[in-house]
């Protein structure tokens, strides 16, 4: 079996793979503050819930974000599986060609989506990441990760707007009825919301224009569902997609 570790800045999303499939996930706080050993019993609980023995695992392989939790989750693979893990980069295997101006400065996360929405839809993608940044990733269907957009994740607009204005109040991120708020809570909505859904909607319509075709476009990340709702361009919501981006890395490279 295989434990798939997605890092990122809110979340680590942990998945556990056999032949090929997944069969188990779930989510830890990410925590620079955490120990290798919370982290290892933190783990070694879950697997004990599920009725699975840490030592039915064979591979590690990871993708993060953080640098500095790297160690504290190396250390905790070596203490609690009794393994190296492997990290995604450029350096190794991703079987697609990275034409980033300077490769190894991809986001590992990026790395696979780009590579698991390659390997499953075989088109010219465009694919979307909702999470704490939400991340355009364009990629051709020769299999070719050419480049993309990073702006500020729909939560971190919506924690920003309120921070920084004294007088507006927090708000839950709901689609509000109407563009036209007639309080508060629904012009921010509107405005945060919408706004972002017209925002995505710009940037797909300047990658077309730019390539000049039409892209596939696939969702993932924890806001996906949310704006799909409110937008057709959006075709396909993946939300285990760089998950499987991990499995199919980690097959390429010989580590299952």
């Known amino acids: 079996m295989l434990l798939a570790l ?9 998945g556990i793979f056999k032949d090929n499939e997944l069969i188990q996930s779930f989510r830890l706080d990410t925590n620079v503050r955490r120990t290798a050993d919370e982290y290892g019993v933190m783990l070694a609980s879950f697997f004990n819930h599920i009725g699975i023995p840490t030592s039915s695992i064979t591979g590690i392989i990871m993708s993060s974000v953080i640098p500095s939790i790297n160690y504290t989750i190396e250390h905790m693979c070596r203490l609690y599986f009794g393994m190296e893990p492997l990290t995604v980069s450029s350096d190794i295997n991703i079987g697609i060609k990275n034409y980033y101006e300077n490769p190894n400065k991809l986001g590992s996360d990026r790395i696979c989506s780009a ?10 993608l465009i694919v979307i990441d909702f999470g704490t940044a939400t991340s355009f990733n364009v990629i051709s269907k020769e299999g070719d990760f ?18 920084e204005a004294a007088l507006l109040p927090k708000f839950e991120l709901d689609l509000p009825e109407k563009v036209i708020g007639t309080n508060t809570v629904d012009a921010i909505q509107a405005g945060v919301i919408l706004g972002y859904v017209g925002m995505v ?4 319509k300047r990658i077309n224009e730019e390539r000049g075709i039409k892209h596939k476009v696939i969702a993932t990340g924890g806001m996906s569902n949310l704006i799909a709702l ?27």
């Open 146 to 163: 050419l480049g993309g957009v990073i702006c500020p994740g729909l939560k971190v607009s919506a924690a920003a707007l309120t921070n």
């Open 201 to 204: 909607e710009y940037l797909i």
């Open 115 to 124: 590579v698991a929405a390659n390997k499953l839809y075989r088109d010219d």
């Open 230 to 256: 409110e937008t057709d361009m959006i075709e396909i919501i993946d939300p285990i997609l760089t998950l499987e981006g991990l499995s199919i890395i980690a097959r390429l490279n010989g580590l299952v």
């Open 6 to 14: 997605d890092i990122g800045n809110t979340n680590i999303k942990t």
